[in-house]
Antibody, heavy 115, light 112 residues
Framework: EVQLVQSGGGWVQPGGSLRLSCTVS????????MTWVRQSPGRGLEFLAN????????NFVDSVKGRFTVSRDNIKNSLYLQLNSLRAEDTAVYYC????????WGQGSLVTVSS | DVVMTQSPLSLPVTLGQPASISCRSS???????????LNWFQQRPGQSPRRLIF???NRDSGVPDRFSGSGSGSDFTLKISRVEAEDVGVYYC?????????FGQGTKLEIK
């Protein structure tokens, strides 16, 4: 059974940082592009970034470029999203998924940015 | 970015009756390889999205055959032939043809 288990969400003040993790089991992680997407009541589902199999190619949408970084560790079968310079509008549930299939999803990590 | 517009946003349906959700894109979703990268997702309350349909009309494994996807170019439809109680949730279309992938606003299906 394929599982994507996320961790690392929580509450952070504006301007703060947080790192999200997504640990994958049940498939050969190093064979897959991966992606991060977020969901909020105001912005719906929003694609954020993707990363190729060996981490050498990363792409970000403009709204998070320069503030968020994505990385992976194929030994640990893990995907990461580093969120910096957080703003109130970054408050959302963040999901990892395989890309471009969007078939396997994590359970979501709630990030709340508030003073 | 390609804008995906769904209608209706709220869909009350009687059990056993059909349901239809429309999704329109601001650009054609036909890719240079001839495929249309249009997916449909179901998100049940408290759960992550689940892919139902990929590449316009291909049903995922385990998805009941009462779900079907159709359309062309920039006009797409998800149909449920007979709604069951387990179909309650929010349905999203998503385009994978253009960068960045974009989602519709979601259609909330509820039982009347």
């Amino acid at each position: 059974e394929v599982q994507l288990v996320q961790s690392g969400g929580g509450w952070v003040q504006p301007g703060g940082s947080l790192r999200l993790s997504c640990t994958v089991s049940g498939l050969t992680f190093s064979n897959y592009w991966m992606t991060w997407v977020r969901q909020s009541p105001g912005r719906g589902l929003e694609f954020l970034a993707n990363i190729n199999q060996d981490g050498s190619e990363k792409n970000f949408v403009d709204s998070v470029k320069g503030r968020f970084t994505v990385s992976r560790d194929n030994i640990k079968n893990s995907l990461y999203l580093q969120l910096n310079s957080l703003r109130a509008e970054d408050t959302a549930v963040y999901y990892c998924a395989n890309y471009p299939q969007w078939y396997f999803w994590g359970q979501g990590s709630l990030v709340t940015v508030s003073s | 970015d390609v804008v995906m517009t769904q209608s209706p946003l709220s869909l009350p349906v009687t059990l056993g009756q059909p349901a239809s959700i429309s999704c329109r894109s601001s650009q054609s979703l036909v890719y240079s390889d001839g495929n249309t990268y249009l997916n449909w997702f179901q998100q049940r309350p408290g759960q992550s999205p689940r892919r139902l349909i990929f590449k316009l009309s291909n049903r995922d494994s385990g998805v009941p055959d009462r779900f079907s996807g159709s359309g062309s170019g920039s006009d797409f439809t998800l149909k449920i032939s007979r709604v069951e109680a387990e179909d309650v949730g929010v349905y999203y279309c998503m385009q994978g043809t253009h960068w960045p992938n974009t989602f519709g606003q979601g259609t909330k299906l509820e039982i009347k």
